[in-house]
Antibody, heavy 117, light 106 residues
Framework: QVQLKETGPDLVQLTQTLSITCTVSGFSLTTYNVHWVRQPPGKGLEWMGAMWNGGGTDYNSAFKSRLSISRDTSKSQVFLKMNSLQTDDTAKYFC???????????WGQGVMVTVSS | DIKMTQSPSSLSASLGERVTISCRAS??????LSWYQKKEDGSVKLLIYHTSRLQPGAPSRFSGSGSGKDYSLTISGLESEDIATYYC????????FGGGTKLELK
């Protein structure tokens, strides 16, 4: 069955780089797009960017200068890397599969990342 | 970017009650509107896509409607397992979400 699972650090130091891996199963990264979404504590969901099935990427302009998304199709993994972390980057980070009409049909459980000074 | 405004931000309802949540886009989104349920355990589930299409596995008491800029999610008879926060989302890049509606039991 379709599954997505995020793995990454619980804690990252201020100004350092965050790296999170989304490992997928039950579908191919060359067939489906995968998105990254985050949710700061007490706030709403924020789309960060996407890895297209053809290998291209799309980014929210709010992050474009410090966000990078890549993949390893042989390992069914999508990677998020974001640098220059600030305390307001403390959030739960999710990966999700793109479905029809712009919807995201499967989501990972998310990984909670705290940026500490 | 398309701004999504969801109302109410919180809602208290009784079991069996009919519940409606609204979502307004800052421009016409041509029915590219999805609804998600986020539970306290952190899990996120797609309920409705393309305004009114029920995602397989989602209970049939959930329905969606709307067009243009205005959309709504209705739960025809609230059940205890529906206690969650609900989000609308428009389906054009950059994807944007409503602020959420926290549904609680009265």
């Amino acid at each position: 069955q379709v599954q997505l699972k995020e793995t990454g650090p619980d804690l990252v130091q201020l100004t350092q780089t965050l790296s999170i891996t989304c490992t997928v199963s039950g579908f191919s990264l060359t067939t489906y797009n995968v998105h990254w979404v985050r949710q700061p504590p007490g706030k709403g969901l924020e789309w960060m960017g996407a890895m297209w099935n053809g290998g291209g990427t799309d980014y929210n302009s709010a992050f474009k200068s410090r966000l990078s998304i890549s993949r390893d199709t042989s390992k069914s993994q999508v990677f998020l890397k974001m640098n220059s972390l600030q305390t307001d980057d403390t959030a739960k980070y999710f990966c999700a599969r793109h479905w029809k009409f712009g919807a995201f049909d499967y989501w990972g459980q998310g990984v909670m990342v705290t940026v500490s000074s | 970017d398309i701004k999504m405004t969801q109302s109410p931000s919180s809602l208290s309802a009784s079991l069996g009650e009919r519940v409606t949540i609204s979502c307004r886009a800052s421009e016409n989104i041509n029915n590219y509107l999805s609804w998600y349920q986020k539970k306290e355990d952190g899990s996120v589930k797609l309920l409705i896509y393309h305004t009114s299409r029920l995602q397989p596995g989602a209970p049939s008491r959930f329905s969606g409607s709307g067009s243009g800029k205005d959309y709504s999610l209705t739960i025809s008879g609230l059940e205890s397992e529906d206690i969650a926060t609900y989000y609308c989302q428009q389906g054009y890049t950059p994807w944007t979400f409503g602020g959420g509606t926290k549904l609680e039991l009265k």
